[in-house]
């Protein structure tokens, strides 16, 4: 795991590409004022191995951990992040209260897999990423938005919304030409998936902009501007 330079100030950390891992990467802006860490990683253990890779590029701590959405391979990795503002939408804020409340387990996750089967590929991969749930938590955002926000360094964000999460946000480093997308534009999550779920091109389509070099989703590689419309049918 090492995090690799993208463009300007912003470093991209890749995920498993393995789908049955389930495990998104994670970007780094760098700032002398504060980095912002782009998602948490998927568990307490994958922090710490985002955290071995910072320190092997000299890349720094981050000040602020922005959730592109609330899904657990998003976010489980934010308490192993101290001393970090989280920040994230409302709508994520009000869902992630409700996951905190769930009593996380093996045990629990065995019987919601029995009680809904759906639910075993996404369970079955968070079994396999926490290897303990001592000191382990859910952490809603200490800092919500709801259409757009500015950190003090830079870096935008604005709420998408659409189909995947409800919360899906992307995040923008305009002097570096870097559109993060998280998961916004893809189908819902499997167990909730319908045979026509298909991306949404049509969202991605209205994300493209000139100003933006580079485009960036959670589970694939990085696409340039004209990679990106090639891919949607923008022409």
Known sequence: MRFHHLAGRVWLCPGDPDPAAVQASVALVVDERGSVLVDAGQSPAHAREIRAALREAGLPEPRWLVYTHHHWDHVWGACAWPEVEIVGHVTGAELLRAEAARPWS?????????????????????AFAVDSWDGFAVLPPTRTFTDSDELPVGVLLRHVGGRHAPDSTVVLVPDSGVMLLGDSFYPPPAHLREPDDVPDLALVRRLLDDDYEWYVSSHAEPMTLAQARAEVGAG
Request: positive net charge.
């Open 106 to 126: 093996h045990r629990y996750l065995r019987e919601q897999v029995r009680a809904n089967p759906r639910l075993a590929p996404s369970f079955r991969a968070r």
